[in-house]
């Protein structure tokens, strides 16, 4: 089945620094990978997606880049302030509402 | 228009028990999906319903189960509880079944294991 695997794991940034976070997976079908922010005690929230016919895509301070050839894709974050401290998932799905996520990066944001 | 809706949201059990957790999801979303939250694995997908039809299974043993009814609502049961069973519990909903669409998390039900 499909793996994704995620890095970094924790990433401290100072604020109004940028934070990328990468992932790869391993299913050449995968065709959706949406990122999840999930701050601490809530649900996690879709904060942007891209699609495998799509090599960027841009939402304000937010970018997501997708590689089909290397199976990576990266979230990106410019300006980062306080409230972006969160934990961050990647995920990737071949069909279906089936999403395999990554481990998770803990993003904290120094005021 | 109100989000997905998990309860319980708290609930503990002892080994052996079983549990059922009930979510309603958003009003018109027809598929419903549960993933399992821990520290040590993550978020892990456990099924995904449609239609009342289960349509993907991740890779959880039989004890965990569910069932979705007409109106879109949907149970999950675990049997026989093992401490490692341990979770939050996440329902989410989508207007659509395949992966054309956002999906929409509930609170979640915690479900801890004595």
């Known amino acids: 089945g499909e793996n994704v695997e995620q890095h970094p794991s924790t990433l401290s940034v100072q604020e109004g620094d940028s934070a990328v976070i990468k992932c790869t997976y391993s299913d050449s079908a995968s065709n959706y990978f949406p990122w999840y922010k999930q701050e601490l005690g809530k649900r996690p929230q879709l904060i942007i997606d891209?699609?495998?016919?799509?090599g960027e895509k841009k939402d304000q301070r937010i970018a997501v880049t997708l590689n089909k050839t290397a199976k990576h894709f990266s979230l990106h974050i410019t300006e980062t302030q306080p409230e972006d401290s969160a934990v961050y998932f990647c995920?990737?799905?071949?069909?279906?509402?089936?999403?395999?996520f990554g481990g998770g990066t803990r993003l904290m944001v120094k005021p | 228009k109100a989000g997905v809706t998990q309860t319980p949201r708290y609930l503990i059990k002892t080994r052996g028990q079983q549990v059922t957790l009930s979510c309603s999801p958003i009003?018109?979303?027809?598929?419903v999906s549960w993933y399992q939250q821990t520290p040590g694995q993550g978020l892990q997908f456990l099924f995904e319903y449609f239609s009342e039809t289960q349509r993907n299974k991740g890779n959880f043993p039989g004890r965990f189960s569910g069932r979705q009814f007409s109106n879109s609502r949907s149970e999950m049961n675990v049997s026989t509880l093992e401490l490692g069973d341990s979770a939050l519990y996440l329902c989410a909903s989508s207007s659509t079944g395949g992966n054309t669409g956002e999906l929409f998390f509930g609170e979640g039900s915690r479900l801890t294991v004595l």
């Open positions: 995920a990737a799905s071949i069909e279906g509402n089936m999403l395999t």
């Open positions: 009003s018109g979303h027809r598929s």
């Open positions: 891209i699609r495998s016919n799509v």
